[in-house]
């Protein structure tokens, strides 16, 4: 359904394009509405807050464990916390950074991030992109 520069509008396509547009509207989820995931159940999720940030450039050296503080306000606490490790100094490769969420509250999270005992790297620098879910 192309629309040409300069030729007049036809009312019955203008009218299916609009049709188009609310039911592509009404399918994409919303925020506060409810989703069903099929995983191994079914379970019904309503997601009421989502929170991202990033974090500060974090040093690892090698075999050392390292903590990553995350701060946010979240209304609830939340039920998921999502990290994205992004390099920004030192050369490592796939693997050697490893890091997990082991604290989490309304106020915040704290996780650890571990640079390899055999990496090639001494020492890096990561920050961690976060997003957060409350249900």
């Known amino acids: 359904m192309a629309f040409d520069d300069g030729t007049p509008l036809d009312a019955a396509k203008l009218q299916a394009l609009e049709t188009e547009l609310f039911n592509l509207r009404s399918s994409m989820p919303k925020i506060g509405s409810s989703t069903n995931i099929n995983v191994t159940e079914n379970k ?7 929170l991202g940030g990033v974090t500060g450039v974090i040093y690892l050296s090698r075999g050392a464990e390292v903590e990553i503080p995350i701060s946010f306000n979240a209304d609830s606490t939340p039920i998921s ?43 890096v620098g990561v920050k961690f992109y976060y997003m957060v879910l409350c249900a």
């Open 44 to 50: 019904t999720i309503v997601q009421k807050q989502v």
């Open 81 to 123: 916390v999502i990290l994205t490790p992004v390099k920004t100094s030192g050369d490592f490769k796939k693997g050697d950074v490893s890091y997990y969420i082991n604290k989490v509250s309304s106020t915040g999270a704290t996780g650890k991030a571990y640079l390899s005992s055999t990496s090639t790297a001494s020492t």
